[in-house]
């Protein structure tokens, strides 16, 4: 998300940079080149206009002009003021003093907004929440069936109701059905329709009337760009949204309607969309983005995501294999599956700094299928060959790319692949070990284990 944008500011700066010392006149250039950047990216008019107002103010004062470090004074300033279009502070998600809370999730028809609720329901169970869902969207057919099939895959429950029931019956169904197995959170899908319409909001308003909800969460499609906003706008003027999911970012390399959004409806931003599977939610932090946006990385968020999804005492153990040259083909297969609950490779590299050594990295070809494909080879290996690579001979390899469905090129290359990772791993833990990265940074790398993360298939 966000690579054309970051792309251009990330040249203006480096062009600050390279200037001998810092005048009226280049840096006007330089704000031109920013204004330019962010009208390209999609951002809304309006949102540029103050963010140009508020960026000129600051980086034309003498203090800048005249800094040891101009170039990177000028780099904080528009960090400074990204942050505070994008909400300065994350904006939690509210509960009800008296539960169950009730949150309704609105938007158009084509957002993703069923899939939305599941990931959201997710979220909430992960964070200590016991929700229920109920889809009130008669109108499109099937649609209540599949929030049923996605609350079955999460192993969540839904409020089913009869099939005759109308909008408000099923919302209230859903709240004496909360009550009673003790849910504290309702979450509302609601219908939605490719146009804003008078019957909509009618509906929707009974809905908030009825249900008094905490929040009401408008579901935006980034891919949209500023028809997103528009409709975020009118829905939050004529209903009264809360906050808003931004879905699909991961697809969206402008990112004009997530820097747009709050700055049109007031509204924070509290959650995006990365990716289809039910984990690909995560919170919106302001300042994360705003880092991801200049190049500076979003460690933070990847340290979460490590935590969250990789076992720590099997990393500590793969760590150890390494670090005592034991680590096996069976272990490499082991840690290509925990690498792949983290989701998106391409998604991990986006929240690597883009400078010193991850400067390349946003640039390297990943490969999603190659983790099966490996996975796929290793698992058709005997447990001997597994525990010695050196014993696969050429009648070895032939039977293994035969039983994997792959070829015996297929089958050099992972070996010649695992090699190299082995050799290379074994050497960057015993640097992070050592502290020799230096830094914050080296630092909270080593505590994510990446050395047991070897093998990333990426070239």
């Known amino acids: ?9 990330q040249r203006v700066f480096k062009n600050l940079r390279g200037e001998g010392k810092l005048t009226a006149e280049n840096m006007e250039a330089a704000l031109r080149e920013i204004r330019v950047a ?110 049923a099939v996605i609350a079955r895959d999460l192993k969540l429950p839904v409020y089913q109701g009869g099939e005759a029931e109308k909008p408000l019956e099923l919302a209230r169904g859903a709240r004496r059905e909360a009550m009673q197995t003790g849910r504290d959170l309702i979450l509302v899908d609601t219908a939605g329709r490719l146009h804003i319409d008078d019957e909509l909001m009618t509906e929707l308003s009974q809905l908030k009337e009825s249900l008094n909800p905490t929040e009401i969460l408008f579901v935006a499609d980034a891919m949209t760009g500023q028809d997103a906003v528009k409709s975020a706008d009118e829905f939050h003027k004529r209903l009264g949204i809360t906050g808003v999911i931004l879905t699909k970012m991961d697809g969206d390399a402008r990112g004009g309607a997530a820097l747009s959004i709050r700055e049109v409806t007031s509204q924070p931003l509290k959650f995006v969309g990365v990716g289809e599977k ?60 925990q690498l792949s609950k983290l989701g998106s490779l391409e998604s991990l590299l986006g929240m690597m700094p883009q400078v010193g050594p991850f400067k390349e990295m946003k640039n390297a070809k990943v490969d999603e299928k190659e983790m099966t494909r490996v996975v796929a080879i290793i698992d058709s290996m005997t447990e001997r060959e597994r525990a010695n690579h050196m014993i696969i001979n050429g009648s070895r390899r032939r039977r293994i790319a035969k039983g994997s469905g792959t070829t015996v090129q297929e089958v050099n290359s992972l070996l010649k692949q695992y090699a190299q990772a082995r050799k290379m791993m074994k050497s960057l833990t015993g640097g992070l070990s050592g502290g020799k990265m230096g830094g914050a940074l080296g630092r909270k790398l080593a505590k994510m284990k990446l050395g047991g993360m070897p093998g990333m298939p990426w070239n």
């Open 278 to 337: 039910f984990d690909g939610l995560e919170a919106f932090h302001p300042e994360r983005v705003a880092s991801r946006i200049l190049g500076m990385g979003d460690v933070l968020s990847l340290i979460e995501k490590v935590e969250q999804n990789i076992d720590q005492k099997k990393a500590e153990e793969m760590q150890r294999k390494l670090l005592e040259d034991e680590f096996t083909l069976a272990d490499f297969r082991d840690q290509m599956k």
């Open 1 to 9: 998300m966000f690579e054309n944008l970051s792309d251009k500011l």
């Open 38 to 147: 962010l009208l390209e990216a999609d951002v809304h008019f309006r949102v540029v206009k103050t963010l140009m107002e508020n960026i000129k103010q600051k980086a034309m004062g003498e203090e800048v002009l005249s800094a040891l470090t101009p170039g990177q004074q000028v780099t904080k300033i528009v960090r400074d003021e990204l942050v505070k279009v994008l909400g300065t502070h994350p904006s939690r998600l509210r509960t009800a003093n008296e539960p169950p809370t009730v949150v309704m999730i609105v938007g158009l028809q084509g957002s993703g907004k069923t899939t939305s609720t599941g990931k959201l329901a997710r979220w909430c169970s992960k964070n200590g929440h016991s929700p229920i869902m109920v889809s009130v969207d008669v109108y499109r057919p099937a649609a209540r069936h599949q929030l």
